[in-house]
């Protein structure tokens, strides 16, 4: 593994809106992007969302290193204050993203509390200074992931405006996931699951602003899902859970998409991450810290419990190293041996 801050900007990746995995805290952190890009070339893969006041006063090389092999990568920003933003955005350029995000769909009571993330539906003319003031600093696109409204919001009156205004400001590109967050109430795995999506309202606001580049987010699991929301006029679909919880099923063969054959074999996926896993390692990382994203891979498949009952057994002890992967691999493989 090697450490990448800072590395100038990727040579900008022509479509890889068309899918992305999506942002999500303690889940898409590097190792998780890491083994993610193993599995599909194309796809942009965020980060988890960092804060702008971490940035500016916090651990930088902690919040923002990662790997070359892992563009393109889109860092994930929370926060309302646009000279804030902007300097989170002028410390981050360093890295070298291929995008920056701003959360404004997010409706955890911290995020709140804080004034950022679902809360600034309610506030387009600050989200559009916010990211004035971040493009200003970017060399990238500058994004925003939104919902449709919240609490008693009319989606179809509050979200063509929401998006008019910030994209005035610059913003050309959208993530919408297609569903309220109800800020009281609700918890945020509620607010995930409960607000029903409207995936309608999302095509048409495509109709309505066909110079923007528009992304679906909510309830997919399945590529073929994803095919046809695409043909069905979208730029793009981002997978959140799915992605991280299946990501046989869900990122390998992803590429076609691009037209693109690439469909490693799982089994080869595990193997390429193993350099990856002793560099860890070796620099006194812990083996549970990579393997605990890769549970999911053999999902539905013979040996799949076997596999992810000797990683979250044998893969957490103190020492556990690379042999714990091959051993869980074995259930794989060799299940009737290992039966
Ligand atoms: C564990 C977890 C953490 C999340 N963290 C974030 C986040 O940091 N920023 C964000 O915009 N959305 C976050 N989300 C929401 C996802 O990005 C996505 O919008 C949501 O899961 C719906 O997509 P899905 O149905 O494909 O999972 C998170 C979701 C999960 C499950």
Partial sequence: MTDHAPTPPAAPQFGAERLSVAPMMDWTDRHCRYFHRLMTRRAMLYT????????????????????????????QLGGSDPAELAAAVRIARDWGYDEI????????????????????MERPALVADCVAAMAAESPVPVTVKCRIGVDDQTPEEVLPRFLETVAAAGVRHFVVHARKAWLQGLSPKENRDIPPLDYDLVLRMKVRFPELTICLNGGV?????????????????????????????VLIGADALWGEDFAPDPVAV???????????LAGGG???????????LFHGRPGAKGWR?????????????????????????????AA
Wanted: hydrophobic fraction near 45%; proline fraction near 6%.
């Fill in 221 to 249: 699991t399945r590529l073929d899902q994803a095919r046809g929301l695409l043909a069905q006029g979208l730029d793009g679909v981002m997978i959140g859970r799915a992605a991280y919880q299946e990501p046989g099923q």
């Fill in 309 to 337: 009952q000797v990683l979250s057994v044998e893969g957490v002890r103190e020492g556990a190293g690379p042999e714990v992967l091959l051993a869980a691999l074995e259930r794989i493989t060799a299940p009737t041996l």
């Fill in 286 to 296: 812990r083996l549970h810290q990579i393997t605990r994203h890769m549970l999911g």
């Fill in 270 to 280: 595990v193997r390429a991450m193993l350099p990856y896993v002793e560099a860890h």
């Fill in 101 to 120: 995000n701003l959360n404004c769909g997010c409706p955890s009571d911290r995020v709140q509390s804080g004034c950022f993330g679902a809360v600034l």
């Fill in 48 to 75: 988890e969302m960092v804060t702008a006041p971490a940035i500016v006063h916090g651990p930088k090389a902690r919040l923002l290193d990662f790997s070359a092999e892992e563009h393109p990568v889109a860092l």
